[in-house]
């Protein structure tokens, strides 16, 4: 089991940019696919970004915005969040799953170790 911490995120005005940290102890990260997933309220969890060996893939509401990425010497991985919307507004989630495939899953129930949330709010 891996234990994941998430931070970074915050209020900001519409169009601008975060970005969320999600640090892992107990297990090397590089053993695992990665996610992001967020909540908004009265909505269900949904993916936002993943990277695996192949690389990252991401929901189509934050491509060309969000970038993840992973540092495995520091054993975190990152969500750049740029150009942002209210709509992105939610809590969200870093998630982790042992490797699986050359992408990372963007089923919610795939992933096995989750972070406790980072709310971001974006205004309008």
Request: charged share 20%.
């Amino acid at each position: 089991q891996v234990q994941l911490v998430e931070s970074g995120g915050g209020l900001v005005q519409a169009g601008g940019s975060l970005r969320l940290s999600c640090a892992a102890s107990g297990r090397t990260l590089s053993m695992y696919d990665m996610g992001w997933f967020r909540q908004a309220p009265g909505k269900d969890r949904e993916f936002v970004a993943g990277v695996s060996w192949g690389g990252g893939r991401y929901a189509d509401s934050v491509k060309g915005r969000f970038t993840i990425s992973r540092d495995n010497a520091k054993n975190t991985v990152y969500l750049q969040m740029n150009s942002l919307k209210p709509e992105d507004t939610a809590v969200y989630y870093c998630a982790a799953r042992l490797r699986s495939g050359m992408f990372a899953s963007i089923q919610r129930d795939d992933y096995k170790d989750w972070g406790q949330g980072t709310q971001v709010t974006v205004s309008s």
